[in-house]
Antibody
């Protein structure tokens, strides 16, 4: 059973870059499913950030497009998120997730989430 | 962007009663729709995908229906552990979008 674990700094300064990693265990990152980042601001709903395939192909939410980079490291079986020029509006719990099947873009495997606060 | 609208925002239900949650898409998403349950401090839990397929381990009291732009999640007999926030999500478009959520609370 695949498990996901997010890691990274819990505090980022305004205008800085948020960097998170999602470690994949119990399976291969080359499982032909898309790997996804989702975030949730305090007391708010879920926002899809973007996704990556093991080949490196990415899709990003246009609302964040110019600031987001998602990458994959197959040798470490992990994928990463970078969000640049952060503001307080980027304060959120960040989740990584994986698809339920190769055909359905619903997410059945989630990390526990990591809280990132943007503050000086 | 496909906008997903859920109703009601809050649903007050007594244990043992049926709960019906709605989700509307701003354009057709075919059957490419999922439902999630989220409890405070926890990651979302996938309940339903492809509009009506229960995810692994999900009790039969959860059922999904609909296609196109109108979808429903039904919880046939609410248990204490079902009080939570529920989100719908479309994946017909590469830009995945979620509804704003429906909170199911104890009446």
């Amino acid at each position: 059973q695949v498990q996901l674990q997010e890691s990274g700094p819990g505090l980022v300064k305004p205008s800085g870059t948020l960097s998170l990693t999602c470690a994949v265990s119990g399976g291969s990152i080359s499982n032909n499913k898309w790997w996804t980042w989702v975030r949730q601001a305090p007391g708010k709903g879920l926002e899809w950030i973007g996704e990556i395939y093991h080949s490196g192909t990415t899709n990003y939410n246009p609302s964040l497009n110019s600031r987001v980079t998602i990458s994959v490291d197959k040798s470490k079986n992990q994928f990463s998120l970078k969000l640049s020029s952060v503001t307080a509006a980027d304060t959120a719990v960040y989740f990584c997730a994986n698809q339920v099947t190769i055909f359905a873009g619903a997410f059945d495997i989630w990390g526990q989430g990591t809280m990132v606060t943007v503050s000086s | 962007e496909i906008v997903m609208t859920q109703s009601p925002a809050t649903l007050s239900v007594s244990p043992g009663e049926r709960a019906t949650l709605s989700c509307r898409a701003s354009q057709s998403v075919s059957s490419n729709l999922a439902w999630y349950q989220q409890k405070p401090g926890r990651a979302p839990r996938l309940l339903i995908y492809d509009a009506s397929t229960r995810a692994t381990g999900i009790p039969a009291r959860f059922s999904g229906s609909g296609s196109g732009t109108e979808f429903t999640l039904t919880i046939s007999s609410l248990q204490s552990e079902d009080f939570a926030v529920y989100y719908c999500q479309q994946y017909n478009n590469w830009l995945r979008t979620f509804g704003q959520g429906t909170k199911v609370e104890i009446k």
